[in-house]
């Protein structure tokens, strides 16, 4: 085994031990609903028990619940949106060629395949090298042209 498949990577690495392949648009509904269900819970019952340990005696425990939940929920789905538009621009960074491929099999989306992010990236450094000898050497003859002039105008 990789390095990679022996880490525990949450509750897929526990499915994937009973030998069973899921989806991965199904594993990705499962920790949403998963994720958001558990920081709603949590989050609720905290809030539920200050509401009813520090509220006034008319309110209770359940309106601090129901606040508490709601936004454990918004909290667990921005958290969930976050860590997945993460690693998509990760994936997308590491394989183009893959990505520009899905584009194009689901959504038909012709991407040219000359536009490639690194060789542009490459490529700036050697210009602004050649741009910075072009410079030297423009003041190099410019320092040149100044002394002859000097010595011109001295004789």
């Excluded at 594993?27 to 998963?34: M, N, Q, R, S, Y």
């Excluded at 997945?84 to 899905?102: N, V």
């Excluded at 040219?112 to 992010?117: E, F, M």
């Amino acid at each position: 085994m990789s390095d990679q498949e022996t880490q525990f990577d949450g509750l897929s690495s526990l499915v994937r031990l009973t030998g069973s392949s899921v989806p991965a648009r199904a594993k990705f509904v499962g920790e949403t609903v998963l994720g958001c269900t558990l920081s709603s819970v949590v989050f609720g019952l905290v809030c539920g028990q200050m509401g009813a340990s520090l509220a006034y005696k008319g309110v209770g425990p359940l309106v601090p619940y129901l606040v508490g939940s709601w936004v454990g929920y918004t909290m667990g789905i921005v958290g969930q949106w976050y860590n997945s538009k993460r690693r998509a621009l990760m994936y997308a960074a590491k394989y183009p060629s893959l990505m520009a491929y899905c584009l194009q099999q689901e959504w038909d989306i012709n991407i040219p395949p000359n536009n490639n992010i690194q060789q542009q990236e490459e490529e700036q450094p050697q210009n602004n090298s050649n741009d910075h000898n072009n410079n030297s050497n423009n003041n190099n003859n410019n320092n040149n042209n100044n002394q002859n002039n000097n010595n011109n105008n001295n004789n």
